[in-house]
Structures are given as structure tokens and as C-alpha cells.
């Protein structure tokens, strides 16, 4: 499936992070990209150690250890409800469950070898995005399906080897796999100033408590231009699409109150939400609670701009399933991203789809090169093709 836009307007020419479109005007440039990068996990059984007695939005608040170390942390294991409520000046240790399968015993037989080559490719991947159109490597990149701090660092000094200089922000969610979402970030290009978790309280199931993975927002400078960041990996369709509704639903409604509190406070707040939702760009979570319209025009306070919806109308995707692509992983703007014009603001959109990401041959050829077929691996990269937002300002 052929996934670059052809801008048949306008040929750009970018050199050293600027476009030069005339002799007079020149560009700054911005890649903003996001990747699911299908189960990223260490290969060290791994559990969670909670402090209480910080903020949630302290990295040190949940943080990720050994699972023999967390036997003799001193710490209690907890089998209660988790929330930050009843979590309040207690110390626990919190198990991870359903993750056996990512360890040397386990059913896919993780090991170093398979680690380092994933990591390498996902690195790979992340170097390589919007390169085409800007020369340069991207200045924030949103993950889901981490497993912990180890991964973001062994992710960031791969990246280092092939010339980047990335840091990241990461805070532990109460999902039950143990995978979270992250920015990770260009050193050279932005600052973050501000984290925080926003926890998605899920419909219950009888007795049942559910969890999945907080919404990341971040607050930082972009070359000392103020933005906001929010990464998300939204509750998945098992179950079916209609009965897993509610969950995403509950998700969008946390987003949509994040956004719309942040212009609240500053109308001219630049924001950028990203993230696997784990719905299309027609799905009611997003066209009806995020109140996201296709064309830029029609943008106003209240509502979001959401490029990937056009992509999807022309056939487009991240992921496919029974020979059909889906676009789960989008980016949603906000208004004064695309009508400032002063500062970055929306240039264009795409999926990041070379010819390495996507499988050559056999039943699923045209999907996304994932890393296993069931408990096989196979080598690949993810299950998700990402998707890159290209920003753009004038240097004068």
C-alpha cells in the first residue's frame, strides 16, 4: 500500500532543519512522530514498587525492578484496588501480570539476542521517519507498548549510535501487561518542563476493576516555543468493537477535558495528541466526544483537526486485520497549531511505510513486518506502520 502524500503544489527543498521555499522565506522544521512498537519488553521478569508518599506525577512514584529485587525491597505486596486514593502513604509492590511470554522461559522464548535486534530496529525506524522531507531526525517521538525506564534508555542510547541525542519522559501506569506510553524527545530541539499522568478510570465489570495506560501529557518548549504533548494508548477492541466502546469512550472523554482545559487556560495553546486509539478516525470516540473535523477550515475553539481522517478516505492505514486497514494511530491538533503563523504550526501529515516495515509474501503480505507470529518471531518491527506530522515556521 502506497503511503506518501504527493504534494504536486510545491517541491521543498530542506537543508540543515529549514525549507527554503523562495529565495526570501526559509522554514524551521519539526517532525512529530508516533509509533506503536508492538511489545517492547526487557527480557528480566519485572514487577512494580509504588511509593505512596509521593505525587503520581513523580517518575519515582512506580518505578520498574527485578522481580527478585521487589521480594526484598521490604516493600508489601498489594492484591487490592489500585488508585492513587487508596495507594496514598503506603509502599507495594505491584506484580505484573500477563507478561510471562517476554522472558527466556516463556512461551516466545524472549532472549537478549531478539531484544537487541528489536531495539535496533525500532531505533532504526525512528531515525529514518520524515527524513525524506526534512533531512533530519524527528524532535519528539510519542511510544506506546514500552515495558519500563531500561528499554527508553537501552532505546535512546541506540539512538545515540546512529547520531541522535534523545532523552525521554516515562511515568509507570497500573496496566496489567505493564506497558506504557512515552515521549521521547531531541535533546537539541525541545525541553520538557512539565509531566503528568492523567489516569482513565474504566467502566467496571461487576466486582471487577480495570486498568489500562494513563494518558501522558507533557509540557515543554519546542526551539523555546511552548507546546503540549499528549501520548495515548487507548483501551483495545477485545471482546468486540461495540462492547469495548465504553473504554475508549471513557479515554476520549479524559483527552477531550485535558484539551480543552489547556486552551481554557491560554487560547492559543499548541497542542498535539498522538497515540494508538484503538479506533479509526470516523469512530464515535473520535469524530463525536474528541469533536475532530477533517478539513482545516472547518477547525474552531471546541473542536480538534484530525489529518489522518483524509488519509484514511483514500485507502490508507497503520495496521491491518482480515486483509483491511484500520488508522488507529493518529495525531489530533488543536486550532492555533494550524492557523499560527508565527510560530510552528501543521504542514502536512503522513504513515511511514517503507518497503523494510511492510511483509513481502505470504497471507498477510502488504501488513506491517510485526516481530511474531503468534509465539513465533519472525524478525519484524511492529504490528503498526507509525505516522509523522511535519511542523513547519518561518525563520525570518
Known sequence: MHVFLKNSLVFIFFCTLSIQLNAQVKFKTATVMFYNVENLYDTIKSADLINGSLDPNDPKYQISVPEDSAQTSGYTFHSDELSFAKLKGKKVVRKHIL?????????????????????????????????????????????????????????????????????FVHLNSFDPRGIDVALVYNKTKFVPI????????????????KYTRDILC?????????????????????????????????????????????????????????????DDCNSPSIK??????????????????NPAEILFKKGLGTLAYQDSFNFFDQ???????????????????????????????GSRKGYPFRSFSNDNYIGGYSDHFPVYTVLIKEVK
Request: include cysteine.
Open 99 to 167: 507478561t510471562d511470554e517476554f522472558h527466556y522461559k516463556g512461551t516466545k522464548l524472549w532472549d537478549s539476542k531478539k531484544y537487541k535486534e528489536k531495539i535496533d530496529h525500532i531505533s532504526r525506524v525512528i531515525t529514518e521517519t520524515g527524513k525524506a522531507e526534512t533531512q533530519s531526525m524527528p524532535a519528539i517521538v510519542g511510544l506506546c507498548e514500552i515495558e519500563n525506564e531500561q528499554v527508553l534508555k537501552d532505546l535512546c542510547e541506540a539512538l545515540k549510535k546512529k547520531g541522535g541525542n534523545y532523552g
Open 194 to 209: 512539565n509531566q503528568q499522568r492523567l489516569l482513565i478510570n474504566l467502566p467496571k465489570e461487576g466486582d471487577y476493576k
Open 218 to 278: 507533557v509540557e515543554g518548549l519546542l526551539d523555546d516555543e511552548k507546546m503540549y504533548f499528549l501520548v495515548n494508548h487507548w483501551p483495545s477492541r477485545r471482546g468486540g468493537e461495540q462492547k469495548s466502546l465504553p473504554n475508549r469512550i471513557a479515554a476520549a472523554k479524559v483527552l477531550k477535558q485535558a484539551m480543552d482545559s489547556l486552551i481554557t487556560l491560554n487560547p492559543k495553546a499548541k497542542i498535539l495528541a498522538m497515540g494508538d486509539f484503538n
Open 288 to 305: 463525536k466526544v474528541l469533536n475532530t473535523v477533517s478539513k482545516k477550515e472547518n477547525v474552531k475553539i471546541g473542536s480538534y483537526y
Open 331 to 361: 495525531q489530533i491538533i488543536s486550532p492555533e497549531l494550524i492557523a499560527d503563523k508565527e510560530g510552528y504550526h501543521f504542514y502536512k501529515m503522513n504513515v511511514f511505510s517503507p518497503a523494510y516495515l511492510v511483509t513481502q509474501e
